[in-house]
């Protein structure tokens, strides 16, 4: 039996519809081995980009395209998404996914590579938004390299914030889960960010750069 706390929380996930080219993506990424942001987490990116009147984005996890979509549907006309992944496959399946939404390509900027290799050669300050869904183990590294890339008033968001249920747990001490755990840790302690916790998807932590 379906407890009201659950009933809540499926209620709020499914008040986000996908449309088919969405639906389409996450389909891939399930097939590719690369989950894809939940609909609830991925709307949120898409009022946060929506909020920020974002221009400039990066993406550290490109999957199939599904975080991308919901960000280039957020963002300004004349925006910029740089998605970084090292899955070569990925990225192409994330292209197509762009295109038949009708982003051009303009719009997007793929990087294929590790993204410890790869953001440290973005601008400091350039950036309003950035989105990490990627290794969990470097969660803390790439929460380094984003407070550097954001401006003031930017946000950063990182998905799998309650890691399947277990981040809660103390008990679990697996690697990944560990890794989550810190993060929030590390946010809730940086004097410069103002962080929110949010129970959609799978977690989304998210914080405002509010000072360098």
């Not at 039996?1 to 499914?14: D, G, K, R, W």
């Not at 993506?25 to 909020?51: D, K, S, Y």
């Not at 009708?102 to 997007?108: A, D, H, P, Q, Y």
């Not at 302690?189 to 750069?209: E, Q, Y």
Request: proline residues 5%.
């Amino acid at each position: 039996m379906t407890s009201p706390v659950e009933a809540t929380l499926a209620y709020a996930e499914q008040f986000h519809q996908e449309d088919e080219i969405l639906h389409a993506a996450r389909q891939r990424g399930h097939e590719m081995g690369a989950p894809p942001i939940l609909p609830g987490g991925g709307a949120a990116l898409c009022f946060l980009a929506t909020a920020l009147n974002a221009r400039s984005v990066v993406e550290i996890g490109t999957g199939c395209g599904v975080s991308g979509l919901w960000l280039l549907r957020g963002m300004r006309a004349d925006g910029t998404l740089t998605s970084v992944d090292v899955e070569p496959e990925h990225q192409r399946l994330a292209r197509q996914s762009f295109a038949e939404a009708g982003f051009s390509g303009g719009r997007i900027r793929l990087i294929i590579g590790r993204a410890l290799d790869v953001l440290p050669r973005l601008s400091d300050g350039g950036y309003d938004l950035v989105f990490a869904d990627a290794a969990k183990q470097e969660y803390a590294d790439y929460l380094a390299e984003a407070v550097r890339l954001l401006r003031v008033g930017g946000i950063v968001a990182f998905d799998n914030a309650l890691w399947h249920n277990r981040v809660a747990d103390p008990s679990q001490r697996d690697p990944d889960t560990v890794a989550v755990r810190e993060l929030g840790k590390l946010v809730q302690g940086d004097d410069r960010l103002r962080p929110l916790m949010m129970p959609l998807g799978d977690g989304l932590l998210a914080a405002v750069k509010i000072s360098d």
